[in-house]
């Protein structure tokens, strides 16, 4: 179930950037737009502003010549931080309007539309994969097959890192992650919070990490290595 309000937040970028910003308040806020101040871009962040997009890459060792894919990149809101570390990031998306919206905002990346579940590119091409809050948009069998091109397109070695809804773990948070579901999301959402993310990587290959909860439980970390 999802109402007019998911069509809103896809079709209008101000409505998404409040909608987001009200949901990140929890981990530390979204990235905020400067109001096209000369002595910003567009997508600096203020102080304590755009923690949950960072929270994926926590912990991860990226230098300038780190070959990184931003998968499902949206409008560029991880993007942002991940061209201030390598000077190779790619990012990937299959709406069109998305990645218009990226090239504006973050052009120093190159940027592939494509679907997550049959990517256009090399074996064994990138160092990182990361994404963030765009799994519970698919559909299990999708799931699974954009898990198996991620771990097709990573170096041996190479890191996937996402972060994405979890069933919460304090019962104080469950009202609010429900309500956001139901107004934002569809019933992909709700079968990703009964998915075992770190069982079904490993059984795809991947070494996984312990998961790293966030939000009273209702966000997961997840890093997985090739």
């Known amino acids: 179930m ?39 871009s567009d997508w600096r962040t203020r102080k304590g502003e755009g923690r949950l997009r960072q929270l994926a890459l926590q912990g991860l060792t990226i230098s300038k010549d780190t070959k990184v894919l931003d998968l499902c990149c949206g409008s560029g809101q991880v993007t942002q931080f991940l061209v201030k570390l390598s000077q190779n990031v790619t990012g990937l998306d299959a709406s069109p309007l998305s990645l218009k919206r990226a090239q504006q905002n973050v052009p120093q990346a190159k ?32 799931l699974r097959q954009i898990l198996q091109e991620v771990n097709r397109v990573l170096k041996p070695g190479g890191v996937f890192t996402l972060v994405d809804f979890h069933n919460p773990t304090n019962p104080l948070f469950v009202p609010g992650i429900w309500v956001f579901l139901l107004l934002f999301e569809t019933h992909t959402a709700w079968q990703l919070l009964k998915t075992d993310l770190p069982a079904l990587l490993t059984e795809i290959g991947f070494e996984v990490g312990e998961p790293k909860l966030y939000a009273g439980g209702s966000l997961q970390v997840i890093q997985a290595k090739k």
Do not use: K
């Open 111 to 142: 940027y592939v539309e494509a679907f997550a579940e049959d990517m256009p590119f090399a074996d064994h091409e990138f160092d990182v994969v990361h994404t963030s809050v765009a799994l519970h948009e698919m559909e299990q069998q999708q």
């Open 2 to 40: 999802a109402t007019i309000l998911r069509n809103w937040s896809y079709r209008y970028q101000w409505f998404y950037d409040s909608i987001s910003g009200l949901a990140a308040l929890s981990v530390g806020g979204e990235p905020a737009r400067c109001g096209g101040s000369p002595r910003c």
